[in-house]
């Protein structure tokens, strides 16, 4: 079983609406979490932190639940700049980072 | 400032060759990361370094691959021989705190 699932998607949704996915996570001991961006052809970027209690950042809302072992994001008021690969990523120590496979999202106008 | 630096860009290859990857990390940043990725392994981390120290090599495929830090802005990757299975984009990243990371733009390795 892979450390980091998520869906690939892709997840086709026009300007201005909301987006959200998941990603679950098999090491319960994972102590952080975080997404990164991926544009097409680029290298990853880190977009946020995810904390126990939910974090927002803009329009990027990030939420971990422990319990079930799942992290999502969402994204409102989608612009055509967010089209991009968003990586989902679990560390389990203190250096080691786990990238899922990414989720893509398509952003039309 | 300038970011990570890579070298080569993009590589082409015959099965067989050694490739070498060449990574400048940002300044300062006191951990250093190799990563590949590829369609169906996503990314997978290669190599970490810390103070130039080789801390974890777990995830080096196997003894064709090798890596150095020989100072605190420089490191290699180096496959010899080279296979067509270890065609992927091979990113270096470099970091003050590890999980904001800092990547390069990758190095495209195509071996036939």
């Known amino acids: 079983r892979k450390e980091v699932e998520q869906d690939p998607g892709p997840f086709n949704v026009p300007e201005g609406a909301t987006v959200a996915f998941n990603c679950t996570y098999s090491n319960s001991a994972s102590q952080s979490f975080f997404w990164y961006r991926q544009d097409c052809r680029k290298e990853p970027k880190l977009l946020m932190s995810v904390y126990s209690s939910g974090n927002e950042d803009g329009r990027f809302t990030a939420q971990l639940n422990r319990a079930s072992q799942y992290i999502s994001l969402l994204i409102r008021d989608s612009k055509l700049s967010d089209s991009a690969t968003y990586l989902c990523v679990v560390a389990s120590n203190d250096y080691k980072l786990s990238f899922g496979a990414g989720t893509t999202v398509t952003v039309r106008a | 400032d300038a970011g990570v630096i890579q070298s080569p860009r993009h590589e082409v290859t015959e099965m067989g060759q050694e490739v070498t990857l060449r990574c400048k990390p940002i300044?300062?940043?006191?951990?250093l990361f190799w990563y590949r990725q590829t369609m169906m392994r996503g990314l997978e981390l290669l190599i970490y370094f810390n103070n130039n120290v080789p801390i974890d090599d777990s995830g080096m495929p196997e003894d064709r691959f090798s890596a150095k830090m020989p100072n605190a802005s420089f490191s290699t990757l180096k496959i010899q021989p080279s296979e067509p299975r270890d065609s992927a984009v091979y990113f270096c990243a470099s970091s003050l705190r590890f999980y904001e990371q800092y990547f390069g733009p990758g190095t495209r390795l195509t071996v036939t």
């Open positions: 300044s300062g940043h006191n951990s």
